[in-house]
């Protein structure tokens, strides 16, 4: 079966550096989306990787390794803001997106 | 404001009604999504309909029933939902079924009494 891992829940502190780890199981890969979603909102796009490295945007950073089955979202300088559930998903190889549970982010001052 | 519109925004319906939730997307997508959303689970694939013709139904149970009148609207109808059909239901849209950077409503937070 597809899968799709990344922990339930994390604790982190203002204007530090957080990593969320997301690991996949999937029939085919086209690429891995990183999406953001605060409570009661819509979730919003972050990150799209295809290609193995590090992609970075502005306080936001995603990096893949096809080989592994992993990839990681690395959130820097912290702010209460960055409070929500992040969701990890898997596009597989007939195009169709396999989602993680989600990994919920508490920020504390 | 994602150009993703879902209303209503809360529901509460007993299992003998009948209701709708309404989907309109503003970006120019020709592909329409709903996705059922479950406290600490995944989100659950619907329905999908690309250029208003539905591509995929994932074993969805027939008390949902989705309606596609054009690209840029999307419905959900539901008759005689039971409790655990109670969740945030989302619409998303992309500009095509393979160029998945989907774009999300805020959902329907849907409560069966």
């Known amino acids: 079966g597809q899968n799709i891992d990344q922990p339930t829940e994390m604790t982190a502190t203002e204007g530090a550096i957080v990593q969320i780890n997301c690991t996949y199981q999937?029939?085919?890969?086209?690429?891995l989306f990183w999406y953001q979603q605060h409570a009661g909102e819509a979730p919003t796009f972050l990150s799209y990787n295809v290609l193995d490295g590090l992609e970075e945007k502005g306080r936001f950073s995603s990096f893949l390794s096809r080989s592994k089955g992993y990839s990681y979202l690395l959130l820097k300088e912290l702010q209460m803001k960055d409070s929500a559930s992040y969701l990890c998903?898997?596009?597989?190889?007939?195009?169709?997106?396999?989602w993680g549970a989600g990994t919920k982010l508490i920020i504390k001052p | 404001e994602t150009g993703v519109t879902q209303t209503p925004r809360h529901l509460v319906m007993g299992m003998t009604n009948k209701k709708s939730l309404k989907c309109e997307q503003h970006l120019g997508h020709n592909a329409m999504y709903w996705y059922k959303q479950s406290a600490k689970k995944p989100l659950e694939l619907m329905f999908v309909?690309?250029?208003?013709?539905?591509?995929e139904n994932n074993s969805v149970p027939s008390r949902f029933s989705p309606e596609c009148p054009n690209s840029s609207h999307l419905f959900l109808h539901l008759h005689t939902l039971q409790p655990e059909d109670s969740a945030l239901y989302l619409c998303?849209?992309?500009?095509?079924?393979?160029?998945?950077?989907?774009?999300f409503g805020a959902g329907t937070r849907l409560s069966v009494l």
């Open positions: 999937t029939s085919g890969f086209n690429g």
């Open positions: 309909y690309n250029f208003k013709e539905q591509t």
């Open positions: 998303a849209s992309s500009r095509e079924r393979e160029v998945n950077i989907q774009y």
């Open positions: 998903a898997v596009l597989d190889s007939n195009y169709q997106l396999i």
